[in-house]
């Protein structure tokens, strides 16, 4: 019964190649994210979703982009993958945009450039 | 910008001990702040979560603390045990924007 889930766990690919993450959260929370943990651990948010409609882009490429075909899903598509691209990627998830509920989060995506 | 610090970047300790963690951010127009735990290849672990008009909150061995005006929330862990091996990271809500510290590596040795 994983609350956030997200698919593949490990994901690696050539550069320039095209790739998606999938994340689905089964808490009922209207707000998703979408999160990158480089080398260091840094963990720096990307996109924020809610209900469907983005509220959040965080100065990332637009290679990047996040779609939500329900509030219950926000998938990661990149496009023309980049060594820089490599990191662990987290979905989370919250009741609503400005909740004092904590965030839920996945097991991330380590996605390795080659 | 919002800027969140985490000291120490290291911590070992023997088990038993109490301990403490520090966490400081630049803009103290905060909504909220949340402690996380991270185990190695796993995802975020919500610890506690302080409200911006709350000064503490507790569960079971671990205590959360926060003083907006100055910037900081401590992580107090007492009888620090083996399985709290992990990184601690604190993350600020500023209305909907979240910044991440670099986390804090505890090994609490046998």
């Known amino acids: 019964d994983t609350a956030v889930s997200q698919t593949p766990k490990y994901l690696v690919t050539q550069m320039g190649n095209d790739k998606s993450i999938k994340c689905e959260q089964n808490?009922?929370?209207?707000?998703m994210y979408w999160y990158k943990q480089d080398s260091k651990k840094f963990l720096k948010i990307m996109f924020s979703?809610?209900?469907?409609?983005?509220?959040i882009n965080e100065t990332v490429p637009n290679r990047f982009s996040p779609k939500s075909p329900d509030k219950a899903h926000l998938n990661l598509h990149i496009n023309s993958l980049e060594l820089g691209d490599s990191a662990v990627y987290f979905c989370?998830?919250?009741?609503?945009?400005?909740?004092?509920?904590?965030?839920?989060f996945g097991d991330g995506t380590r996605l390795s450039i080659l | 910008k919002q800027e969140v610090t985490q000291i120490p970047a290291a911590l070992s300790v023997p088990e038993g001990e109490n301990l403490v963690l520090n966490c400081s951010f630049t803009d103290s127009a905060i909504y909220n702040l949340q402690w996380f735990r991270q185990d190695p290849g796993k995802g975020l672990t919500s610890l506690l979560l302080?409200?911006?008009?709350?000064r503490e909150q507790t569960s079971g061995r671990l205590n959360a603390s926060l003083d907006k005006s100055s910037g900081r929330s401590t992580l107090y862990i007492a009888a620090s045990q083996p399985g709290d091996s992990a990184t601690y990271l604190c993350?600020?809500?500023?209305?909907?924007?979240?910044?991440f510290g670099s986390g804090t590596k505890l090994n609490v040795k046998p």
């Open positions: 993350a600020v809500n500023n209305f909907n924007k979240f910044y």
């Open positions: 989370a998830s919250s009741q609503d945009v400005m909740s004092n509920q904590p965030q839920h």
């Open positions: 808490l009922g929370h209207d707000t």
């Open positions: 302080i409200q911006s008009s709350q």
């Open positions: 979703y809610n209900n469907k409609e983005l509220i």
